[in-house]
């Protein structure tokens, strides 16, 4: 029978990342791909962003042809300086803004508004 279903082809596709990952789950194959996915157009977003910022930094000295292998090196040292202060900036700020529970905070305040009796208020606390 020559008949194949999209369904068949599409277990056959991911029979290949069943190897990889360990597991015959469709759903965690699918997340594996997303997540290699994810992580290699970030790499390709960084590197391009370094590039060009790079390129940017060092367009005087293209345009003016003095030394310009010195001026782009310069230019992605300078980009990669930036892209991993704000990372690290992102890596200390983010876990401290967690630390102060500002859901908790906004469910605090929300059972407060909402609350009728005294009994009701201090259970919102």
Not at 24 to 51: D, E, P, Y
Not at 105 to 111: D, E, M, N, S, Y
Request: positive net charge; proline residues 3%.
């Amino acid at each position: 029978m020559r008949f194949k279903s999209s369904f068949v082809f599409r277990i056959d596709h991911l029979a290949g990342v069943a190897t990889i990952h360990g597991s015959v789950s469709i759903s965690g194959n699918q997340l594996l791909i997303f997540k290699i996915t994810f992580f290699v157009l970030t790499a390709v977003g960084a590197l391009w962003l370094i590039a060009i910022g790079a390129i940017l930094f060092s367009m005087q000295a293209l345009s003016t042809n003095s030394n310009p292998t010195t001026s782009v090196a310069n230019g992605a040292v300078y980009m990669s300086i930036l892209a991993l202060s704000l990372v690290l900036n992102v890596a200390i700020i983010f876990p401290a803004c967690l630390v102060l529970q500002p859901f908790r905070l906004w469910r605090v305040i929300r059972a407060e508004k909402h609350a009728v009796t005294p009994r009701q208020r201090f259970r919102g606390n």
